[in-house]
């Protein structure tokens, strides 16, 4: 059984149970042994914000020191976005795992006329992943209700309803009050239950949980009181969360008042859970660190796009608050939601637009787009509604009518975010082929049928994730201009699937034209990132997008020269502690051909205790201070905003943070000074002895996890082009992991910014034979290969040899490429 085969059995049961309850979960979570038993969970229940206060609960409990799960739904792209782990989804392994461990049990039941519904069954799978990952405690966002919902058959630590409005009024019941006792049965037997309902919502839950413990606004009165101070950035607002004998003021990565209410029930959810750990500085920087993808998310400025998952006519009326707090011109809407939702009273909720163009997201619950029209029409509000084709349609027609100052709003459906935010998170990547049983060995990966297809002639060879209707889009298109189009068979349509397109450079030219023609612009537009004009190499794409700044890798691959001003590193610590013998050291590297200088103050290898800020500032400040006479870039190799704060302001010209944006100050630094950042994949940072992680395909998966970092730095105000991105060899990864990164290196292509390579001395090379003080020879070899294979900087501790290396592989692809002044 491939990946694709186990999420198409999972989506395709049923939806909705015969008989609501807990016992059909129990049941199959007996079959698995009680995988869960070990485990602490938290609950949260409610009409609006439950999945928002679940992740801000979870950041704030990870950055307490705990391993924690996290189960949420809808997914976006992948069901496997619903089950996480320390912020990484559950593996396709462990995917298919538990569908080839449970099916049979499942058959039978259906056989039975018992069957389960799919939201039973991925609440067993996430309950049984997270036993057999060792967390600490997982936080489970309630799918409806409480009493009948299947992630209560959990005895919980913790437990919050954050609101209560009428919702599935045919299972629920039709008052508050009866709604209210249906969701409070999560209320934990040793806590009081948390609570963001308000009026006659807090009155209803306190008639069934008397001692819940209310969190709101100080003029409602309530048990912890929070505070909105609005926005302090696009991206970030102002809150705070005060109790009875504590505290904390912070920001937020999503706007709105109702976020602030949010972030006080989650605060004292993970002080229910961990009140030793659940510091001040953990409340502060985990709810900063909470970021949720389409949750009032903006993507862009010009004209401001924002993302926001509204489904409901309060949630509706809530939006248009918040979007009131930032300052456009027209308001030009995209709606698309589900069939059974009050479309009229949203349509009201929402601010008066420009235009509305409605859609309908490829869900077999998405209403008709006329439908959806004709609520707006109603409404009277807006000047021009138009029905389009697909969110995609809809959002391209929105964002050409909307002029720079201008706001463009997707709204009524995280079903219809989700297909809209791909137009910024889908990625097209290049894979390297050498003859065509490579390009048969990408088809297998990607569970393609017919992997034969691929001829002699391919030379180019791009991979991107389509659903079902892109897909067959593409497929037409293809066959229309002679290129070659292969998906894995699809089933629900519900999640995205690989597409592997090959072809000549003259194939897929055509290919991009006749996409354009059939309305998948936006999908033609990501190929055309890594495509290009058809004048690139095998493997390359176009430059980064934004402006170019004058830096040494912009012209020819770079040598970034490490400076440890340690104690402690695990190469050369202690030999350039003292200020003299660094600069000292600083001017032979510039001598032998050093474009960067490295400066870091706080060893990462395995093991290394932390330093605080202010000695790692002691550290690296007079170095730095002293290498401005240097005609060499300087970068500040540190984890905390604080110490590069400090770097910057003694004259560092780069951050360098191997947390990949942990500290949320960082990217705000970086946009701040307008400076490049190394942004670094790594699992921990320091690195963990002993650590496993387990990976599907080492080289997507990092892809796909540095993709939201970059986001993430893109949203602070960051060009994309001051984004260096490193895959972090070592960190995470195993040697021969380690290798394939080097090896594809020209897949991080796809992420549009310049690549990174950390791989001096590593000891990675003990898989090849060169043991701890002998790898010189191997990273001058492994230069060589980052460079041919895409590297834009090489960070490397040898200048002279790893220059010469770096050299060689520029003449090696390209004689006549070489810089003048590398010439004798």
Same mark, same amino acid.
């Given at each position: ?25 129990r ?7 009680? &995988? ?11 009409s609006n %914000? ?6 801000m ?11 924690? %799960? ?14 996480r782990v ?6 396709? !392994? ?7 461990e449970?099916?049979?049990?499942l058959v039978?039941?259906?056989?039975? $006329? ?17 036993g ?10 309630v799918?409806?209700g409480g009493?009948?919902?299947a ?10 309803v ?6 599935? =009024? #045919? ?6 009050d ?7 049965t999560?209320?934990?037997?040793d806590?009081?239950?948390v609570?963001?309902? =308000? ?11 008397p ?17 909105? +101070?609005?926005?302090?950035?696009? =991206?970030e607002?102002?809150?705070?969360v005060e109790?009875?004998d504590?505290?904390?003021?912070t920001?937020?990565?999503m ?6 209410? @949010? ?12 009140d030793?750990h659940?510091?001040e500085?953990?409340?502060?920087? $985990?709810l900063r @660190?909470?970021?949720?993808? $389409?949750?009032?998310?903006?993507v862009?400025?010009?004209p401001?796009?924002?993302l926001?998952g509204?489904?409901?006519p309060?949630? *509706?009326?809530?939006l ?16 698309g939601?589900m ?13 008066p637009?420009? !235009?509305?163009? =409605? *859609? ?5 619950r998405?209403s008709d787009p ?21 969110v995609?349609?809809?959002l ?11 706001c463009?709003?997707v709204?009524?459906?995280l ?9 910024w998170?889908?990625?097209?990547i290049?894979?390297r082929?050498?003859?065509? +049983? ?12 017919d992997?034969?297809?691929v ?11 389509l /659903?079902?209707?892109?897909a ?7 066959g229309q ?7 894995? #068979?699809y ?5 995205l699937?690989d ?6 450079d ?9 996409? /354009? ?6 999908v ?10 058809? #004048? ?11 402006d170019?700044h004058a830096? &040494?890798?912009?012209?020819s ?7 440890n001003?340690?104690?402690?590193s ?6 350039f502690f003292?200020?003299?013998?660094a600069?000292e050291?600083a ?17 990462t290898?395995?093991?290394a205790?932390p330093?605080?800020?202010?000695e790692?500032i002691e ?17 500040i ?18 951050? @360098?943070?191997?947390t ?9 630094l ?15 940072? &320091? ?13 997507s998966?990092v892809?796909d ?7 993430l730095a ?8 001051n984004?260096?991105?490193d895959?972090?060899?070592g ?10 990164l080097?090896d ?5 292509r796809?992420?549009? *910014?310049?690549?990174l390579v ?10 090849? %034979?060169?043991e ?6 191997a ?8 460079v +041919?294979?895409?590297?834009?900087i ?19 692809? #390209?004689?006549a490429?070489v810089?003048?002044?590398?010439r004798?």
């Open positions: 059984m491939d990946y694709h085969a186990a999420a198409d059995f999972l989506s395709d049961l049923r939806r909705f149970a015969l008989d609501p309850g807990t016992g059909s979960t049941e199959l979570l007996a079959h698995l042994g009680d &995988p869960h038993e070990d485990v602490a969970f938290v609950q949260v229940a409610g %914000g439950k999945g928002s206060t679940a992740r609960t979870e950041s704030i409990l990870r950055e307490a020191g705990y391993r924690v %799960g996290l189960y949420t739904s809808p997914h976006f792209d992948d069901l496997r976005e619903r089950i320390d912020g990484r989804k559950i593996t396709e !392994s462990a995917v298919i795992e538990f569908v080839e449970v099916r049979p049990f039978d039941r259906a056989v039975e $006329g018992d069957p389960l519904t799919s939201f039973e069954t991925l609440t067993a799978m996430s309950l049984w992943y997270f057999r990952s060792d967390v600490d405690v997982a936080v489970l966002e799918g409806m009493r009948l919902d992630t209560s058959v959990v005895d919980p630590v913790a437990a919050a954050t609101a209560v409005s009428l919702e599935h =009024t #045919d299972i629920l019941g039709d008052t508050l009866e709604i209210a006792a249906e969701k409070v999560v209320a934990p037997d806590a009081p239950l609570t963001g309902a =308000t009026d006659e919502s807090l009155r209803a839950v306190r008639r069934h949980a001692d819940a413990l209310s969190v709101g606004f100080a003029d409602e009165s309530p048990d912890v009181t929070v505070r909105y +101070d609005g926005l302090v950035n696009h =991206t607002a102002g809150i705070a109790g009875d504590w505290g904390v003021e920001r937020v990565p706007a709105g008042a109702y976020q602030a209410r @949010n972030a006080g029930v989650a605060s004292v959810l993970a002080r229910q859970v961990g030793d659940v510091t500085p953990a409340l502060a920087r $985990g @660190n909470a970021h949720w993808p $389409g949750r009032f998310e903006v862009e400025y010009d401001l796009v924002v926001d509204a489904h409901n309060g949630a *509706c009326e809530a248009a608050t918040t979007l009131g707090e930032y300052d456009y011109g027209d308001l030009h809407l995209v709606f939601a069939h059974d939702k009050d479309h009229r009273s949203m349509a009201a909720a929402l601010p637009a420009a !235009s509305v163009r =409605t *859609c309908a997201p490829a869900h077999e998405a006329a439908v959806l029209a004709a609520a707006f029409e109603a409404a009277g509000d807006a000047d021009v509604v138009e029905t389009a084709t697909s995609a349609a809809a391209d027609d929105a964002r050409n009518a909307a002029g720079p100052e201008d463009v709003l709204v009524g459906s079903f219809a975010v989700a297909e809209a935010r791909r137009t998170s889908r990625l097209a290049g894979r082929i050498d003859d065509a +049983d490579d390009a048969r060995a990408v088809l297998d990966h990607a569970h393609a049928a992997a034969d297809v001829g002699e002639s391919v030379h180019r060879l791009v991979t991107t994730r /659903d079902r209707r892109e067959r889009a593409l497929d037409r298109a293809a201009v002679g290129a070659t189009a292969v998906t894995a #068979d089933r629900t349509g519900r999640e699937r597409a592997v397109i090959a072809g000549t003259a194939d897929l030219q055509a290919l991009l034209a006749a996409l /354009d023609g059939r309305g998948l612009g936006n033609a537009d990501t190929l055309r990132r890594q495509i290009g004009d058809g #004048d690139a190499p095998d493997g390359d794409g176009d430059a980064p997008d934004g170019t830096y &040494p890798w912009t012209e691959p770079a040598v970034m020269s490490i400076l001003v340690t104690p402690d695990f190469h050369d610590g202690g030999d003292d200020e003299s013998a600069v050291r001017e032979a590297m510039v001598e032998a051909g050093a474009d960067v200088i490295d400066v870091g103050g706080e060893s290898r395995p093991g205790d330093v605080p800020p202010a790692e550290r690296v400040r007079p170095v730095i201070e002293a290498l401005a006479d240097l005609d060499v870039l300087v970068s190799d540190t984890r905390k905003a604080e110490v590069g704060r400090a770097a910057l302001e003694a004259g560092a010209d780069i951050l @360098n943070d191997v990949g944006l942990a500290d949320p100050e960082m990217r705000f970086a946009a701040e000074f307008d400076v490049p950042v190394v942004v670094m994949h790594s699992i921990d940072a &320091p690195v963990v002895p002993g650590k496993t992680v387990t990976y599907d395909d080492v080289v998966d892809i996890e540095l993709a939201e970092r970059v986001a893109e949203r602070a105000g960051l060009s994309r082009d984004v260096i991105v895959p972090g060899l960190f995470g990864k195993d040697a021969v992991e380690n290798f394939e080097l594809r290196l020209d897949e991080f796809a992420l549009g *910014c310049p690549i950390g791989h001096s001395h590593k000891s990675m090379y003990a898989h090849v %034979g060169q701890a003080g002998e790898r010189l020879p990273t001058i070899a492994a230069t060589a290969l980052a +041919d294979r895409g590297a834009d090489v960070r490397v501790h040898d200048v002279p040899e790893n220059v010469a290396a770096v050299r060689t592989a520029v003449a090696t692809g #390209d004689a490429g810089p003048d002044e590398w004798a």
